[in-house]
């Protein structure tokens, strides 16, 4: 199965766009007329920067509602270069369309993003994405393949990639939980 980076159109403004906004676009959902932006990207940033993962809260056509919360500069790296912002772009608003509600992607070399839906009354108000890390360190022929891939300078993803702190099961099944706790207590504030 090709990866999404592989099935990204590189000249696809409208996906560039997507990842890489510095403002969040318009956001007027059912979850922003009770939340606003700012307090969600505030709740958000905060989530990120606990677990050391990176997060997005997006309608449920792909569209963002909150800029990307980056957990570290490996992934930031990657998903902020060319190809990242339009591959990225691309899986998020795959994942979102799909009505599975919680599904999973692998964006590269054990990288993978995960929904969470927030839901009220049996419907998806919003989708969470959530970006794990690698479980092991990274080898030095993965990291110059992906700074290749990506055109990053391969010096700078190596540091980043050092940085990363292996995702283990017991994180990411906390990460899960606080994440869906999160997306719960939002919905909440629906009721």
Known sequence: MPSPIDECDPESIEGANAIAHTDPPDSDTELTRLVD????????DRLAALCKTSLVLCRNDGTLITNPSWGGPFVRMLAT???????????IRALARDPAGSVASICF???TLHTTPI???GRRLAIMIIGTRPRTKLEP???????DEFGVDQAALTEAADS???????MRKATYAYAES???????IYR
């Open 37 to 44: 932006v700012a307090t969600l990207q505030r709740m958000q």
């Open 81 to 91: 270069s060319d190809l990242g912002r339009v591959a990225f772009a691309n899986l």
């Open 109 to 111: 070399e054990d990288v």
């Open 119 to 121: 839901m009220h009354d």
């Open 141 to 147: 022929d993965t990291i110059r393949a992906l700074a």
């Open 164 to 170: 990363v702190e292996p995702w283990t099961p017991d």
């Open 182 to 188: 999160f997306a719960e207590t939002i919905a909440s």
